[in-house]
C-alpha cells in the first residue's frame, strides 16, 4: 500500500476517507516532537492528525519552545509531554523521529522515518527559531506526500 493509498483508504464499513496519523517521537517530547505536532496540526487543517510522545517524556515543553511557537501564532499550551506505547505506533500510518536515537517500538505495517533535527532545548531564540524552520519545511513536505491535492496555508515563518 502506497502512502497516497493510507491516505485514501476508506475507514472499515463507514465509505469515508481514513485520516492519516503520525506520531513523532523524541526522548524527552518536550521540543522537536511537539514543534512538528503542533506545526502539522495547524497545516493540515483535519487532513491529517498528529501526535507527539517520548520513551522518556519530561515534564512540561521547553519554555524557549513554547514561547518561540507563541511568537509565530501557535497555541502550546494543551502540550504536555506523553509517553510513547506500542498502541500510540500501532494506530499510526507513519512515526517519525526526530534525531533523539529514539528507540520506539516496532509495530509491521507502520512507515519509520527519521529526521536528523538539532535539539532546541536550551538554545537561544535565533537557534529555536532555526530549529522551527527546518521542521517547517520538513512538515510540509510531509502533508504534500500524505495528502498530495492539499491546499497549506501560508508558513508562520512568514507571520513571525
Request: glycine residues 10%; aromatic residues 4%; hydrophobic residues 35%.
Amino acid at each position: 500500500m502506497t502512502d497516497t493509498d493510507l491516505a485514501t483508504s476508506p475507514k472499515a464499513g463507514t465509505g469515508e476517507p481514513d485520516v492519516p496519523q503520525v506520531v513523532f517521537a523524541c526522548i524527552r517530547n518536550g521540543g522537536r516532537s511537539v514543534i512538528s505536532r503542533v506545526l502539522t496540526e495547524h497545516y493540515a487543517g483535519g487532513h491529517v492528525r498528529a501526535l507527539s510522545a517520548g520513551t522518556q517524556p519530561g515534564e512540561h515543553i521547553h519554555a524557549e519552545v513554547a514561547e518561540v511557537l507563541e511568537k509565530l501564532g501557535l497555541d502550546t499550551s494543551g502540550e504536555q509531554p506523553k509517553l510513547l506505547t506500542h498502541d500510540t505506533i500501532a494506530t499510526s500510518t507513519m512515526a517519525i523521529t526526530l534525531g533523539c536515537g529514539e528507540e520506539c517500538p516496532y509495530v509491521p505495517g507502520v512507515k519509520y522515518i527519521d529526521w536528523p533535527v538539532a535539539d532546541p532545548g536550551g538554545q537561544d531564540e535565533a537557534t529555536v527559531r532555526a530549529i522551527i524552520a527546518d521542521i517547517d519545511g520538513r512538515v510540509r513536505d510531509l502533508l504534500i506526500e500524505l495528502v498530495p491535492d492539499i491546499t497549506l496555508p501560508a508558513s508562520v515563518l512568514q507571520q513571525g
